[in-house]
C-alpha cells in the first residue's frame, strides 16, 4: 500500500467555538495532516493549543499565512473571511468557509456531502458550508427530495446559543445561575451581539436570531430559504421558517412540516431515512424515544423522528431533526467537504 | 347604587400551580366572594393560605364539600373533576374545569370568553376551560377568524415545564442546577409524570407532552387540534401541531402559520389584533420588540408579534404568539368564565 498522501492544513478562528470542533474533529478522526496551522486574531497569537499531543503555536492571521497550504478552514466571522479567503486561494489552498460571507456567491458552491458533493468538486476555489440550521434539515430531507420531490417546508427552529459563540453560552450559563439565585440576569450578548437590544435567554424564548430583513424574516431564517434552494439546486422548493434561541447549550432540534410532491408511504419513508448517510433515525414514540439535543451533542449525525402524517394535507409530513449545530452544523460539516475532497482525488 | 351581589367560591386543586393562581386572581381581582372554600386533597387539608389577610383552613374535597357553593372552580386533574364535579352541579354550584376530562363532552360548552362566552352561558352545570396552548392560540386567531375565515393552522409550541405541575417546576430547577455545577441532572418528572421514560429538560427540548396516540401525534397535540375546531364552532379548521416543552418556567410560545381563506392586508391584521381584546401586539422587529415569555410571565394578556406574511402562499401569516399558561392559559380564563357570567347575569 502507497504511503497516504498528507496534507497542510489551516483553521482560521481557532479559538471560536466553532474553531475548537474543527482542531478536535481533525485529530480524532486522524485528518491526514502534514502540518497544521492554527490561526486566530492578534490577540490569541502566541497561545498554545495541544493538537495529538504537540503543542501548536496560534498565529496571527495574514494574508500570507496561507502559503503552502492545501486546506485552509475559516470560522473567524464572515469579514476576516472576505478579506483572507481570495488569499488562501492565491497561495493555492481549498478554501471551506463556515461562515455565511460566500454562500449566496454564484462562483461558490454551498455544499452538505450528503446531499450536493458533485457541486464541491467543480469549486474555484471557496467552498461554502451552510448554515447550521440549514445543513440538519436538507441532510435530513434529502433522500425524500430525490425520492419524491418537496413542494413547501414549513420549519420552527429550537436553537442552542452555541450558534452565537462560546459569549453567548457563557451568557446562558451565567445568566442561568444568577436567576436559580433569584439575582437580575444580566443581558449583553443575545440575540445579537451588535445589535443595541439583549433579551434574557435563560428561562425564556427568543423568536430573533441574526438581524431583521424587510420583509419582517430575520437574515436567518432567510438563509434557511435561499440556501436550500442552492443546496437542493431547486428554486422552486418553498421554505418558510421561524427561527428561535432557547437556553440550549448544545443541539438544534427543528419541528419540521414538509409537502412532497407525491404521496407518500410513512414506512418507505422511514426506510428512505434509516438507510440515508449520515441520518439516524429515532422514532419510538411508544417507547419515549425522538431525538433530544442533550443526546445529540457530540455525535456527528443528525437526528430524525416523531415521523407522522399530517392530520389533512395528503402528501404532508411532520418530523423533528435534531443535530449538533456546531457538528454536523459547522465543524463537522467542514472536516467533511475535505475528507470527500480527498476521497474524490484518491 | 345596589350592594354588590357575592358569591361562594370554592376552588379544588387549592395546593397545585394552578390552584395557587386562581386565589391569587380571586384577590387580586376583587371577586365578589361572600366565602372562599379552599379544597384539596386530604394530606393537605388543616394547611391554611392566606386570602386577604385571613388565614383559610384547607378542607379535603368530598361530594359534600360543594352545599351552598356558586362557583366550584377545578384544577386538581381529570379524575378529581370526574368524580367531584356531578356532586358539585348537584348541589347548585356552576362548575368550571381546568382539567381535561370535559372538554370534548358535547354537553359541556368549552369556552375562551373572548371567543366563545355565548356557549358559556349555555351552560347545563359544568364548563370546560380549554388546553392552555389552545387557549392562547384562539384568543390570538378569533378576530382573524371572525375577518377572514381559517383553512389551516400548523404550529410548533414552545411550552414551559409549569404547565406541568410545580413538581415539573422543581425538577427543571434542580436540573439546572445540577448541570451548571457539573453533576448528573436526575429525571423523575417529565415529559410525563406517570410514563417509565424520564428526559432531562434542563438545556434541552423535549418533543413530547403528553401520551402519545396512535396517529403518532400527542394527546397535548391533538387537544389543540379538537379543542380549536370546538371553541370556533367549526369543524372545518384543519390545525396540525408540534408540542414540545422547554426550559422556561413560565410562558408558552407558539409559532403559528395560518392560511386564511381569504386574502388579506398585513395592515388589517395588526389593527385586527390591535382592537382585539385580550390582545396586545407586540411587534416591532427593528426595534427587536417581540413577545418574550419572561415579559407575558404574571400578565393576563395574550401577546403577538412576528407578524408577516409567508414568502409563498398569498394567505400564508406567521406570527409568534405568547401568554402565561398558568394565567390566560389556566387560573385567569377560569377565573374571566365566572366572571363573565357574572356580568351576563347582572
Redesign the interface.
Request: charged share 10%.
Given at each position: 500500500m502507497a504511503n497516504q498522501l498528507t496534507y497542510n492544513v489551516a483553521v482560521v478562528g481557532a479559538t471560536g467555538a466553532v474553531g475548537q470542533q474543527m482542531i478536535r474533529l481533525l485529530e480524532e478522526r486522524n485528518f491526514p495532516i502534514k502540518q497544521l496551522k492554527l490561526l486566530a486574531s492578534g490577540r490569541s497569537a502566541g497561545k498554545t493549543v495541544t493538537f495529538k499531543g504537540q503543542e501548536v503555536v496560534l498565529e496571527e492571521a495574514t494574508p500570507e499565512s496561507f502559503a503552502g497550504v492545501d486546506f485552509a478552514l475559516f470560522s473567524a466571522g464572515g469579514s476576516v473571511s472576505k478579506e483572507l479567503a481570495p488569499h488562501a486561494v492565491r497561495h493555492g489552498a481549498i478554501v471551506i468557509d463556515n461562515t455565511s460571507a460566500y454562500r449566496m456567491d454564484p462562483d461558490v458552491p454551498l455544499v452538505v456531502p450528503e446531499v450536493n458533493m458533485d457541486a464541491a468538486l467543480a469549486h474555484k476555489g471557496i467552498i461554502a458550508n451552510p448554515n447550521c440550521s440549514t445543513i440538519q434539515m436538507v441532510a435530513a430531507l434529502k433522500p425524500l427530495y430525490d425520492r419524491f420531490g418537496i413542494d413547501?417546508i414549513?420549519v420552527?427552529t429550537?436553537q442552542a446559543v452555541s450558534g452565537a459563540g462560546q459569549s453567548a453560552i457563557n451568557e446562558l450559563?451565567d445568566q442561568?445561575?444568577d436567576v436559580?439565585d433569584g439575582k437580575e440576569a444580566e443581558c449583553r450578548v443575545l440575540?445579537v451581539g451588535k445589535?443595541?437590544?439583549h433579551?434574557?435567554i435563560a428561562?425564556?424564548?427568543?423568536?430573533?436570531i441574526d438581524v431583521?430583513t424587510d420583509?419582517?424574516?430575520t437574515y436567518e431564517e432567510m438563509k434557511m430559504?435561499n440556501e436550500t434552494k442552492k443546496i437542493f439546486g431547486d428554486d422552486t422548493v418553498?421554505?418558510?421558517a421561524?427561527c428561535?434561541r432557547?437556553?440550549?447549550?448544545y443541539g438544534h432540534?427543528e419541528?419540521v412540516?414538509v409537502e412532497l410532491k407525491q404521496d407518500y408511504d410513512l414506512n418507505e419513508v422511514r426506510a428512505l431515512l434509516e438507510n440515508a448517510p449520515g441520518v439516524v433515525v429515532v422514532d419510538a414514540?411508544?417507547?419515549?424515544?425522538?431525538?433530544?439535543?442533550?443526546d445529540a451533542t457530540g455525535k456527528l449525525d443528525v437526528f430524525v423522528?416523531?415521523?407522522?402524517?399530517?392530520?389533512?394535507h395528503p402528501r404532508?409530513l411532520?418530523m423533528?431533526i435534531v443535530s449538533d449545530n456546531l457538528l454536523k452544523g459547522a465543524a463537522w460539516n467542514t472536516v467533511q467537504i475535505a475528507e470527500e475532497l480527498i476521497k474524490a482525488r484518491a
Open positions: 413547501r414549513i420552527s429550537y450559563l442561568s445561575r436559580l440575540p445589535l443595541p437590544v433579551h434574557q428561562f425564556n424564548a427568543i423568536p430573533q431583521f420583509n419582517g424574516f430559504v418553498q421554505v418558510s421561524t428561535v432557547i437556553p440550549v447549550v432540534s419541528s412540516y414514540p411508544q417507547e419515549q424515544q425522538y431525538p433530544l439535543a442533550t423522528g416523531r415521523l407522522r402524517r399530517d392530520l389533512h404532508g411532520h423533528w
